[in-house]
Structures are given as structure tokens and as C-alpha cells.
């Protein structure tokens, strides 16, 4: 679901190469600002001092790194489940999964208003979604091999004490049986005020909140015109992204024509806070550009004093100006806009990193080939070319056509006289080769990614003909057959 827990926290930025000018803008920033933001859940307060616009566009300036201190930040989501009968866990469950993370591989507890909303340790966090989707917001780290290690760690941890309590953990894009009735909401108010506004502003609101996983990673840019680049070529590819991830046919207990239900439920949340932003595509695209569109999307809440104060509708601008209902006289903070920034959820989002925000939640070696994708593409710098120049002729028409059918049609999807199959083929053959240059032997996370590309097949292709063969037009199977 995309993190709608609270402020994540990853070390981000990149390239050495074009424009010198927009490197030491954004150098100049570090000295104001801190490089890194510490990964956690619970909303930021910090500092009580009024921002001003262009505090904020320092801000997101700050996140410019030089390529030596890039890091990979990967996150997934996955449904708990009982083993029994195949019902989402409850708050209670969790917390009793959380109490011995802690106890027995030295978590510490994430607390607000005096329960525990998730567990901490060495960069890491696991915390609860809205409808108790389990998960884990890696440490920043330089390799896919460490990465991949930790997920290993995670799920190790998480798999041994679920069995014991009789949890089972799936790794799907969208709940394939419950409905949003029979799953419990989280104890956080956060998400009550969401739940109430999401069916104002969409008709998919409850369902990204409450049944939908992902995997998404966080990456680094270096300077204003790298973190451009990036965010176009990861803004046009997402959809590919999705076409290989596709890992969610199912709701509730019925296929839904869709080989992404999760990817389709995007395109009805909020538009004023989703999509894939055709502004990053004009000339004058900046650091600048994506704080005015932040600045206009409506508010959610303020955090004070470890309370959730509904500001639901309002306008951040008139924040500014100490004109905020909710606050009248009061102007925000720092932590007040990054608490905003982590309510906007377009297809990539940029913090002081870039969140590539598109796949199907998926079993552990998706989980690790999703970053191996994003870090062959963009942190590189020949992958990086040639990616920006694959996408460069698309227009708007094409990327929202994409997005409109490749929940759908996945790898089939009609494109350029082809299919998206043979985009992904492409993509697939320059992120190998970014991996490969740089040097760690990651290539090899690619290799079921390979397998769906040639074949045609994604995840969410294979539980179909599953369903319509052995499993007898029944989702229970899936439960068992592919949980870690």
C-alpha cells in the first residue's frame, strides 16, 4: 500500500556526470541539512521553528548525494494470515509477533499512544499498514546482496515465530478472499481519518488501504537534473514494472479480469495525490516544481503532542499563511511537511530519495529482484542513458495508456506496434547490463524477472491457471502454496 504508515526513513541520491551547477546547488544544502532521515514510523515533530517555501525546496535539495554514498532502500508489505482458517491477523496477533521480535532478536518497540505500532533495529523497521499488512522498511544498504540478506533475515524471523502462534504470512499484491468488512483496521488515527475521507475523494481508497501489498525501492540521485532523469524513467516504467509484478487476479475469492487488481485500484484513490505526474515531464521540472504541487495537495492531519489533529481537506498553503482551520494562527514545521510528503502517493514520490512505487507484492525472490531492476536501470550511468533514451519519445497519451491497461493486460498489452512484453525485454536487457557494470555480481537477482519476460507469464498468469485447474476455482490453495 505504499507506506501510508508514516515517515519512512532512507539514505538517498546519485550520478557524477551532468549538470556541475545543479550538483553544488545541491551540495550547498548539505551543510543546512541533514543527508539521511532515520527510518520510522511514528510522525516526525522535530523542530517547533516556522518553514518557509524555500526552506522546503532545501529540503528535498538536501537529498543530492555523490555516488559513493548511494544506498538501496527496499520495503514490502504481505498479508498475515491465520493458518487455521485463512483469516487476516488482528491487532492482537501482530503485536504478539512484535513482542517476540523483541524479545528474542533484540527489536525495540515503535509506541504511540501506548501501543506498539512496530518494532525497530540497526536501520530497520516492521510496522502495521491500515489493515494490518506486515511491513518491513529495510536499512539503507550499498548491495542487492545485502539486501537480499536482510529480507532473508526478516522472513526467517517473521516465518519462525508466525508458526508458533499460527500465522501464516502471504506475499500477494491484493487480499485474493476477504472483503474490506472482514478485515480489521489497525489501532492508529492516522488511519481512522483516512478511512473516512478516502471514500470522498475515490472509490478505491479502502481497498489500497486495507487489501493491497507491495514492494517498492528507494534510490539516491546527485544532483537536481539526476534526480529529473531518474524520476521520468521511473515514472514511464512503472507500468512495465507492473506488467512483470502482476500478482494480484483475485478478490474475493473471484477472479477480477485483472492480472494487477492492485495496480488498477491506483487509478481511483485520489487524483489529487496519485498517478504519474505529467508535470516531471516538462522542460522546467525541479525540486521547486514538485514543492508547489505538494504545497496543493489537500492536507491530512497535524501531529502534535502525539495526537492526530483532523485537518482533513485543508490546504497547506493556507498553512502557510497561519490560516490553517484545524491550527488557526499556527505555521508549519519541518516535521509538518514531511509528514505531508508521505500522504502524497503517486506512482514515484520523491522525498530526499525516490520511491519506485509500482510491483505487486510477490514471494522472496520478487522481493529481491524488484530492487535489482530499479538499481540496474538508474544507478548506472550507461543503463541510465539508455533507459531515459528508451522512454524518451513517449508522450503523456502513451504512459496513461499504459497505466489504464496494463492492470489489465499485463505483458499483452498492445504498445508501439508491439506489446509490452517486448518493452520489458528491453528493459530487462539494460538493467542487466547496468548490474553488470557495476560490479558486485547482482545479475543473477534478475533471473526470475528473465523468465517471466520470455514466457509471458507473470505470477498473477500462473495462480490463474492454477485456479482453473488443481485448485478447483478456489483461492484457499493460495494461501498455502504461496505463503513464505
Known sequence: MHSL????????????RKSSANLRSCSSS???????????NAPSQGSTAPVSREDLIEHLRSGCKTRDRWRIGTEHEKLGFNLADNTRMNYEQINSVFQRLQSRFGWEPMVEAGLTIGVKLDGQSVTLEPGGQFELSGAPLTTLHQTCAEVNSHLYQSKTIGEELGIGFLGVGFDPKWS??????????????????????????????????????????ESEQDMIDKFRIGLALQPIAMALFANSPFVEGKPTGLLSTRGDVWTDVDAARTGNLPFVFQPDMSFEKYVDYAMDVPMYFVYRNGQYINALGQSWRDFMEGKLPALPGERPTMGDWENHLTTIFPDVRLKRFLEMRGADGGPWRMICA?????????????????????????SQDDRDYLGREVPRLGLATPFKGGTVQDIALKVLAIAQGGLDRRGYDEGHFLKQLHVIAESGMSPASHQLQLYNSS???????????FMY
Open 180 to 221: 474490506i468488512e472482514q478485515i480489521p483496521i489497525m489501532p492508529k488515527d492516522r488511519y481512522r481519518l483516512m478511512k473516512s475521507y478516502m471514500p470522498t475523494v475515490g472509490t478505491r481508497g479502502l481497498d489500497m488501504m486495507f487489501r493491497t501489498c507491495t514492494i517498492q525501492v528507494n534510490l539516491d540521485f
Open 5 to 16: 504508515s508514516g515517515p519512512r526513513g532512507l539514505a538517498s541520491s546519485l550520478t557524477d
Open 30 to 40: 548539505r551543510s543546512k541539512l541533514s543527508s539521511h532521515v532515520v527510518a520510522a
Open 370 to 394: 524488484l530492487p535489482a531492476l530499479w538499481v540496474g536501470l538508474i544507478y548506472e550511468p550507461q543503463a541510465q542513458a539508455e533507459a531515459l533514451q528508451l522512454v524518451s519519445s513517449w
Open 471 to 481: 485448485w478447483g476455482h478456489s483461492v484457499d490453495p493460495l494461501f498455502k502454496e
